[in-house]
């Protein structure tokens, strides 16, 4: 059956209350601050926090910004994002309610693995004004040879995703949809498989088909991942993805020109 907005917001109902825990990039700040950094917003930007849940992302911009809007499907998500936000909006992002070029920066962080692509991610690039940008941040395999099995993972971890990505997939997204240049960063993630996987939406039958498939993973597997286990518990080195793409400016301005964004 194909998962549908329904199943989403219902599995994000059901992690609302504990999801600020769930997972230790949550709050990572090393995260926190490529996002900030690859964003570069000026203080006068007008930003955009796509599928911004309980607001984690939000708040690295709240104050440092003219304005924070944030937008998610699952009202029990949001509502805890309204303290950083200026504006909170109960939508989908495959249909933004928003203008064209109404934002400066429009940051997206572990949403587009349960949207319409690429509708979604071109609804993003729409709504950036040219010279502006979009950044993404999503959870990845290394590659081709843990592929398989952390797909498995991350599908039994969340049984709403629909997408699983490779490294290089975010930055092609935005080039599809129009960004030039695109950049990247990546960071690694430390994780206790066990408070990881204790989201409060999956059953124990799934956390523990998660461990039996960190116990039977390959040696590359657990090498790229960097996995540990002691007295019974299992870490995992999970790589995130953050990739920024520049609307190109409009005719008239050279491509990726960027009045409004601080130079790095
Ligand atoms: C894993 S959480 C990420 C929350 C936040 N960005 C963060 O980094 O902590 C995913 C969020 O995406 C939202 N979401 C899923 N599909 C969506 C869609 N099509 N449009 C808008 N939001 C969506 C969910 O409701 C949920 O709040």
Redesign the pocket.
Known sequence: MPIT?DD??EH?RMRAAT?DRSSSW?TDQGLGEIVLDLGAPAPDARVL??????G??SRLFSGRVAEVVG????AE??EQAAPFLDRLVV????KLPFDDGEFDLVV????MQ??DLPD?VEEMVRVVRPGGRVVL?NLCAYGPHDRDTYFEILRLRNPVRRHFFLPEEPAELLRAAGCDPVRTRRHVSAEDVDVWSDNGAIGQERREAIRAAYRGATEEFRSLHAVREAAGRIVDHMLFVVAAGTKPAASGGGAGEEPHATAK
């Open positions: 907005r989403v917001t994000f999801y949550c926090d796509v599928a911004c849940g309980t984690l992302v937008l998610d499907l699952t998500m949001a939508a989908p992002a495959e997206c962080r572990q949403g349960f949207m979604a941040v």
